[in-house]
DNA sequence: CGGTCCCATTGACATATGTCAAGAGAATGC
DNA sequence: GCATTCTCTTGACATATGTCAATGGGACCG
């Protein structure tokens, strides 16, 4: 199973026998039953994990509101990013949507790595400009004008994620609230018939 | 001139006096006059500038409407970071708002140093990480319930900018259009009396 | 099997924001 | 120095989305 997550890493950057051997060392298997939740508002995002398998999504509350940031599926990272990079306490909670084993490492375990093998810097660095591309492209569709083109988008690029989701999550990822994304979708869908 | 980019990078990480050689040896000066397109929509951005003097914003057009993506001033890095990640042609635009001096490095450049420092990449790494803080940052601003509060979250956090910004800009910065920010912004400050 | 919860939909209505138009003032250019 | 833009504001009105409430269908559980 741990082949999954050095399998992704290589694609980054080819590893060494010496820097395989090593993250094999640090890396821990955990699963999360569905409803769990992974990480709470407050706390230090200390650990990196890659989705075997599962679903998760993080969200922070504000106003009162539920707004969810990000779902992570197979083959995703789940962290809290600002938290996890700054080590500072911060406001996104991460729930299971379904049972989701990962793949996990302490934030310590990585920075030692990173002190280590400096080519793991490599691996590092191409793992934040990809999730800084994702984190733009999400940004995309909240600049979106209407509910119609949000969903029309979420549709192009998250197809599979519309069955393992509530609609309440995806209204809150896209900026709108959970009657208007019904509306939007029957009156989508009517006209494709 | 220069200072200022060794600066920067030494506070990611220290600079050998080799790699110091090296990017004195890449680095351009580059003056842009106000009103200056830097990139256009459907060019590849081959390089990264940090912004020594002046200010621009990154946009892009979809469905007729301007779009604020990001505001750059001194300290900032600018360039397009999808189409500078990936290396493929991207949408945004970049323009100087003001005259704007830049020292720029081609993409070709940054990756050698890549490969000839290792330790540049710890660099280029914690670089991403902050900017992918940023952007997750920008975000929430759009994710913001009401006008006001989105209007409310840009005084608070970029308060300088306001004086050199037009609010049109802004206003398509926030997600909203010219008058529902004048609007906002009259309302709001009648309150402070 | 019946009760309870959760999810999704729909209706009626409220409201925030968008749209279109006009105008005043400042900045810019010939 | 005058004309021309551009920026910002304001008004009247249109409309998309939010809010509140009710309903029906599943899923889950005792």
């Not at 989701?100 to 793991?120: A, G, N, R, S, V």
């Not at 393992?164 to 809150?172: E, Q, S």
Request: charged share 25%; glycine share 4%.
């Amino acid at each position: 199973m741990l082949e999954a997550l050095l399998d992704k890493l290589n694609k980054f950057h080819p590893l060494s026998p010496e820097l395989t051997e090593r993250i094999r060392a640090v890396a821990t298997l955990v699963t999360h039953p569905a409803g769990d939740i992974i990480l709470r508002e407050g706390q230090v995002c200390n650990k990196a994990c890659l989705v075997i398998k599962g679903l998760a999504r993080s969200y922070y509350i504000i106003e009162g509101r539920d707004i969810t940031s990000r779902f992570m599926d197979e083959g995703f990272i789940i962290t809290s990013w600002i938290s996890y990079y700054t080590q500072q306490p911060g406001n996104e909670f991460i729930e299971a949507l379904e049972e989701t084993t990962l793949i996990c490492i302490h934030y310590t375990d990585i920075q030692k790595l990173y002190t280590d093998f400096p080519e793991f810097n490599i691996i590092g660095r191409k793992q934040a400009e990809y999730g800084f591309c994702m984190a733009e492209q999400r940004t995309q569709i909240l600049r979106k004008h209407t509910a119609e083109e949000k969903y029309k988008f979420f549709l192009d690029n998250h197809p599979t994620l519309l069955q393992r989701v509530t609609l309440k999550n995806i209204a809150t990822y896209l900026g709108m609230n959970e009657e208007t994304l019904s509306r939007v979708r029957s009156k989508f869908h009517k006209r494709k018939d």
